[in-house]
């Protein structure tokens, strides 16, 4: 398992642009897309618009009230969005287990992709109070951490990592060949879905998100809330 790397760090900050167009979805403006101002004004509820945005964001679900909030926006927009989240999920998920994504078979990427799907439809997250700050509002979001990635790399992993490299100076894999790379993704992968069969979760943290209105008077998620609760979504220890 590699540490963290400006690699990695910048995938997850890439993850963080992508939570916050689908948080959003509507269409662009030059940034995080908001609800526009008259479905602001006539259905605009603080709480709400972060579950849907939660829910958009890991589940892939988009309830009719959320989508009215943002003013008539598409499940299909949104869909995309999700899936262009997901995509760069797996690329933070491969680069922190070491996994070659681009040598990798189709029928690899497909599993590791349904692998992400998978483990944030795990997402747990509880709304709090919500408290209203001048035009602004505060909501409060209760987070359990999934622990299957954390629980696959302080168990799992060390000893697989190990044997593996005792094969490779045995001369039994050949860490360049393809079939290596899927077999080192497989194996992965097979070890996070055992932990997703029954998934558990890390002691529950709660971060504040902050609503505000853009220079078109409509409310959109503001400065690093969202990055704030995606940083506990999923636990990756470093």
């Known amino acids: 398992m590699k540490n963290m790397s400006r690699r990695f760090a910048c995938l ?9 167009l689908l ?5 662009d403006k030059g940034g995080a897309p908001d609800p526009t101002p008259e479905a602001t004004k006539q259905t605009f509820d603080p709480a709400a618009y972060v579950k849907g945005g939660l829910d958009a964001v890991y589940l892939g ?38 996994i070659d994504l681009a040598q990798c078979s189709d029928a690899m990427r497909t599993e ?8 944030y439809k795990c997402a747990k997250y509880e709304i709090g109070p919500t408290v209203q700050d001048g035009d602004g509002y505060t909501v409060s979001v209760t987070v359990s951490p999934i622990a299957a ?13 190990q044997d593996a ?13 393809q079939s290596f ?15 997703l069969a029954s998934p558990e979760y890390l002691a529950a943290q709660t971060v504040s998100v902050t609503l505000a209105k853009n220079d078109g008077g409509a409310y959109g998620f ?4 969202l990055s704030d609760v995606d940083a506990l979504i999923v636990s990756y220890p470093a």
């Open 23 to 27: 948080a959003g979805c509507g269409k």
């Open 112 to 119: 590791l992709l349904d692998l992400m799907r998978r483990m």
């Open 12 to 20: 997850v900050l890439a993850l963080s642009l992508c939570l916050a």
């Open 222 to 225: 503001a400065g690093t809330s």
């Open 61 to 98: 679900e988009y309830s009719d009230a959320y989508l009215a909030m943002l003013g008539g926006e598409t499940k299909e927009n949104c869909d995309e969005r999700y899936e262009r989240g997901m995509q760069v999920s797996l690329e933070v998920f491969c680069e922190y287990f070491g």
């Open 149 to 161: 990635v954390a629980q696959t790399a302080q168990n799992d992993y060390p000893g697989f990592a």
């Open 165 to 177: 490299a005792n094969r490779i100076a045995a001369g039994e894999l050949d860490k360049s060949s």
């Open 181 to 195: 790379k899927d077999w080192w993704a497989k194996s992965i992968c097979g070890m996070v879905s055992a932990r």
